[in-house]
């Protein structure tokens, strides 16, 4: 079965740091985009960040720039999102999933979703 699985949430203060990992069941990124969403209590999924290796693709959302980083490492078959200086407005589940592009930041189009990571950012 495709499927990705999330993990690396926790309990973290502002201004300090996690890494999340993505991880799928069944299959190999490879070509694929690969996304970060992140769900706030009562709102819809937003794009948090994306990578395709094959060509250079490397998206964040302005408010995550330059504190987030995201990467992949292709010999654990595993993408991660760094989150550093944490603000308690990153409290949110986050998820991963794929798709062909990363152009296009919308959860309509992605799929493969996991059962989300918690992370809690406290003052």
């Known amino acids: 079965e495709t499927q990705l699985a999330e993990s690396g949430g926790g309990l973290v203060q502002a201004g300090g740091s996690l890494r999340l990992s993505c991880a799928p069941s069944?299959?190999?990124?490879?070509?694929?985009?690969v996304g970060w969403f992140r769900q706030f209590p009562g709102k819809e999924r937003e794009g948090v960040s994306c990578?395709?290796?094959?060509?250079?693709?490397?998206y964040y959302e302005d408010s995550v720039k330059g504190r987030f980083t995201i990467s992949r490492d292709d010999a654990e078959n595993t993408v991660y999102l760094h989150m550093n200086s944490l603000k308690p407005e990153d409290t949110a589940t986050y998820y991963c999933?794929?798709?062909?592009?990363?152009?296009?930041?919308?959860?309509?189009?992605?799929?493969?979703w996991g059962q989300g990571t918690q992370v809690t950012v406290s003052s």
């Open positions: 999933a794929i798709n062909r592009y990363c152009h296009n930041m919308n959860e309509w189009d992605f799929g493969s």
């Open positions: 069944g299959f190999y990124f490879g070509d694929y985009a």
């Open positions: 990578t395709k290796s094959s060509d250079g693709t490397t």
